[in-house]
């Protein structure tokens, strides 16, 4: 995770050892939401259905025709997003009758409580989604924060980064694209299945970032299996600003690290693709001498999927296949959780 604007770009440079210039960030985040906007700009917006924190519903599909609609990712702990929070706030005050503005907090190492104390410190005024996952895959979240801009024809128009001259310009224009088209708007994206304890593991393989195939079943590799989810960024980013889940991400690895040499188990390292690349998991794993093989979710589908909403968890999987137990947060401050997981099987 890098951290936008002035100085703050800086200061996380440093903190990872990164020589940078004071725009690395920015552009960095930028770059990553502009790839994503090369694949969704001009498609149809997916028809989705969201609650609010208060309780309300909101109908994305129903808006299309009717409204252009303006989705921020955003979360408590993500500096950039709150740097950004005035803007936000004075497009919603501004919006008018012919533009929805919606605040979707990621759900990522964020909870209900903290959002609600969030709101309250920062008079935020807009409806307010905390997402499972399924906004977040559907719309290729990839940064904190990150624009999403539909058009009232129901396509998206621009996906970006940056609070500035392209987003205000794509709000322009959104407002005043054509509705005649909002019927070509895309379904709801089908539902991704999930997988919880006592669940079997699916039969799927995933590239790691050495570019070979990582099988969740391995008929010539029978072991039990434990699945290791990280963010790359979680130890430095997180250490100010939620400095418990910094010291679980800090234990989790260093727990994983000694438990990983034991030969009757193997181990994959499924890292978040949010604010991550398949560079940033090559710098992570050389940082910590990393040995287990890692993966890139670039997508969010196996965070989605596994119900994983924090960093760091874990699941392990018995010499059957099934999912025996989730592990994460708290429990790892305890020295012997994982260790008696493993012995378990």
């Given at each position: ?116 104390k969030y709101r309250q410190k920062l008079g935020i005024s807009m409806p307010i989604v905390i997402d ?149 998991l090559r710098d992570y794993r050389q940082k910590y001498a990393v040995k287990l093989p890692l993966t ?50």
């Amino acid at each position: 995770m890098r951290r936008a604007g002035p100085g703050a770009a800086i200061v996380f440079a440093l903190v990872l050892g990164i020589a940078a210039a004071p725009s690395l960030a920015e552009t960095s985040g930028q770059a990553l939401a502009q790839d994503v906007g090369r694949r969704l700009v001009g498609t149809p917006a997916p028809r989705m259905l969201l609650k609010t924190i208060d309780g309300q519903n909101i109908d994305l599909g129903a808006l299309y025709g009717k409204k252009a609609v303006y989705l921020k990712f955003w979360a408590t702990w993500c500096v950039p997003c709150r740097q950004q929070m005035p803007h936000f706030e004075h497009a919603y005050e501004t919006a008018g009758s012919d533009l929805a503005v919606i605040a979707v907090d990621t759900g990522f190492n964020d909870s209900l409580e903290e959002v609600q104390k969030y709101r309250q410190k920062l008079g935020i005024s807009m409806p307010i989604v905390i997402d499972d996952g399924s906004l977040g895959a559907a719309f290729g979240l990839r940064v904190t924060p990150q624009h999403i801009v539909i058009g009232r024809d129901g396509r998206v128009e621009y996906v970006g980064h940056l609070a500035d001259a392209r987003l205000d310009a794509a709000l322009v224009s959104a407002r005043s694209e054509s509705a005649a088209d909002h019927s070509q708007s895309a379904a709801s994206p089908p539902p991704i299945r999930h997988y919880r304890v006592g669940d079997q593991l699916p039969d799927r393989a995933v590239p790691t970032i050495d570019g070979r195939r990582f099988r969740f079943h391995d008929s010539a590799d029978p072991r039990p299996l434990v699945l290791v989810f990280l963010s790359p960024w979680c130890e430095s980013y997180l250490a100010t600003t939620r400095p418990a889940v910094a010291s679980h991400c800090r234990r989790m690895r260093e727990q994983v690290s000694e438990l990983a040499q034991v030969p009757d188990v193997r181990w994959l390292g499924v890292a978040s693709g949010l604010w991550a690349t398949t560079e940033d998991l090559r710098d992570y794993r050389q940082k910590y001498a990393v040995k287990l093989p890692l993966t890139l979710d670039a997508s969010g589908t196996l965070f989605h999927a596994f119900d994983i909403s924090e960093t760091p968890a874990a699941l392990v999987v018995d010499r059957t296949g099934r999912i025996v137990r989730k592990i994460g947060g708290e429990e790892l401050e305890t020295p012997t959780t994982m260790r008696s997981a493993i012995v378990a099987l």
